[in-house]
């Protein structure tokens, strides 16, 4: 099937491509520090990101797109477990295999022995899951934050979670911190990785041999984490939790 091009109605033209009977759109960026054609899936928006090189074209771009047809069909598979129902499904909380139940009835989120029990009416079990999942995470990572800021004697700001698909967290100039609430269902110490780089990041606002130093002195052996969010990353969007 051929990329389709929608009708120019204003000066940007949005492209389009078919991978079965889904319609995927593509969003391209020029960028003269590029070296290479890229292109990524972006599950949060169900959509593809087309990064060019200042001097490519951007036929040649959805020439590239066009080629990588077998590769997109891939990660559409890899989440298609999002539509699964949510009664009885497994999740993986901070590296703890958690099964989901609706129980129906009042009452709070409870979570013991592997089960996450959900009350209230089947409706309004995945705003109750993201809720508990949210709030869960972010009492984690305020202790995290508490006992990386002390060992590097740093003041923090705020801090928040996001559903963001390109990166795990941030730090601002004023040290306000955000944080992807997908970490959840990352292990425990992928978690402490990722809060310990942004809070390293108060100190070094850089990737400088100073701060990956500085990183290692409160997280020592952090490469592990790291190498684990690099190689798994992308499957912590592939719960429909939204």
Known sequence: MKLLQQPRTTKTSIYFIDIG????PINITKRRTSRRLIVR???IKKSLSLT???????????HFVNEKREWIAKQLLQYVNSSQPLHNMS?????????????????????AEGVLQIHGDIEFMTRRIKKYLIDKL???????????AEKLG????????RDTSSRWGSCSIDGNLSF??????????????????????????????K????????????????????????????YNIT
């Not at 009977?21 to 995927?24: E, F, K, T």
């Not at 989901?100 to 709070?108: F, L, N, Q, S």
């Not at 990956?212 to 190689?231: H, Q």
Request: charged share 20%; no cysteine; hydrophobic share 40%.
């Open 41 to 43: 899936y972006q599950p």
């Open 52 to 62: 060019l090189p200042q001097a490519t074209s951007i036929k040649q771009g959805l």
């Open 91 to 111: 999740i993986p909380i901070l590296g703890n295999e958690t099964r989901i139940e609706h129980v129906g009835g009042r009452g709070a989120v409870t979570e």
């Open 180 to 209: 992807s609430w997908r970490l959840v269902f990352a292990p425990y110490e992928v978690l402490a990785y990722v809060v310990a780089h942004e809070v390293t990041h108060i100190r070094e606002h850089n990737h400088s041999h």
């Open 138 to 148: 972010k009492s984690e990572i305020i202790m995290l934050v508490k006992n990386h």
């Open 21 to 24: 009977n889904v319609r995927l």
């Open 154 to 161: 740093v003041r923090t700001g705020s801090i928040t979670l």
């Open 211 to 238: 701060f990956w130093k500085l990183l290692e002195s409160i997280y020592p052996g952090y490469e592990a984490a790291e190498n684990w969010l690099k190689k798994n990353g992308r499957s912590l969007y592939s």
